[in-house]
């Protein structure tokens, strides 16, 4: 299931956008038993500037705060069980906080942030989950004060920059139309590089998922990236003329794309059918949109043997169509 693959994206697409706040913990443990809380985070950084761009995100970390991210729409018991680690985490804090002969610090005690694409109106009546729009946007659900526990629908959020950072972690459309939006902001953004460096990491994760051919939803999500690869082709195509590998341009790209392709094959078919190879350096001539798309096509095949013979085939039919270039 890809579903694990899409996890890993999320807790790691949080930690980066979270770090610069505080102190990221992934898969933080509850002693009471076996098992973790997603993400743990601890503000420690005032980066009024930052916390601005990241928007609601932003907001969210202005306090201790636990993150649940699902990629499918969370059910009742994954939200009960979401509360118990949040009851547990917060036990725990109290009891610390009892053994240093401290105060409880209410401000110190984290709030639980569940993240879904979609929720159904059954689900947040029954958790008498309601809107608060005087102090947070449409989409987002609070449980009672006590509980400290919103349900964030990310499919509900507005498009506007301020959820843009949500966004990215919700399904199809909503997501896709997000990584567009991603890709439009300056190219001198870190968050934006790091991000779109973690999305490339997804779709080499899909890539290389053995155990079923890719849903249309991934596929759709594997072609929404794609400009990731003209990024990654600029980059190393700069690495390359400042380390003097080629001084030409043109030689610069193709050697770029014959090491994407390099590596992509390797990701997704591993090392087997080495005869593949011949066809890397002349389809690595192909100019930058050509050998984008064939890079899709290829990534839609599944990786078992059939698949294989038929990724050979089409970079041997790319391989005839570069000699034409």
């Known amino acids: 299931m890809t579903r694990f693959i899409h996890d890993r994206f999320a807790k790691d697409y949080l930690e980066e956008a979270l770090s610069r706040l505080g102190v990221v913990n992934l898969n933080r443990e ?13 503000p420690t950084t005032a980066a009024p500037d930052y916390v601005q761009q990241l928007g609601t995100l932003g907001k969210m970390a202005t306090s ?25 985490v917060s036990a725990e804090l ?22 879904t694409p979609t929720a159904s109106a059954t689900l947040l009546q029954g958790f008498h989950a309601t809107p608060d729009l005087e102090n947070w946007l449409p989409g987002i659900y609070f449980l009672g004060e006590f509980f400290k526990t919103a349900i964030v629908v990310i499919h509900q ?7 843009l950072w949500l966004r990215l972690l919700g399904r199809g459309k909503v997501q896709r139309k997000a990584i567009a939006e991603l890709t439009a902001l300056s190219m001198t953004d870190p968050l934006r590089t790091n991000t779109l460096e973690l999305l490339y990491q997804l779709q080499s994760n899909l890539a290389s998922n053995q155990a079923q051919e890719l849903e249309t939803e991934d596929r759709e999500l594997v072609m929404a990236i794609a400009p990731v690869f003209q990024e990654k082709l600029a980059a190393a195509k700069q690495e390359g003329r400042q380390e003097g590998r080629q001084e030409g341009t043109e030689e610069g790209r193709q050697e ?14 591993g ?19 050509e050998f984008t ?33």
């Open 271 to 289: 090392e087997s059918y080495p005869s593949a190879t011949v066809w890397f350096a002349p389809v690595s001539v192909l100019p930058a949109a």
């Open 94 to 115: 109290e009891r610390r906080a009892r053994r240093e002969n401290l105060r409880v610090d209410e401000m110190a005690m984290p709030k639980l942030w569940i993240l």
């Open 256 to 269: 770029a794309q014959r090491s994407i392709l390099e590596n992509f094959w390797r990701s997704r078919f």
């Open 157 to 163: 959020l507005p498009a506007t920059s301020e959820t």
């Open 64 to 88: 201790p705060a636990i993150f649940e991210p699902f990629r499918n729409p969370v059910s009742s018991p994954e939200i009960s069980s979401c509360l118990g680690k949040l009851l547990d």
């Open 293 to 325: 798309e064939l890079l899709i096509q290829l990534w839609t095949i599944s990786p078992d043997e059939i698949g294989q013979q038929e990724a050979i085939r089409l970079l041997a039919e790319a391989a005839s169509l570069s000699q034409s270039h």
């Open 30 to 42: 509850v002693t009471s038993e076996a098992r973790f809380v997603d993400i743990y985070f601890t």
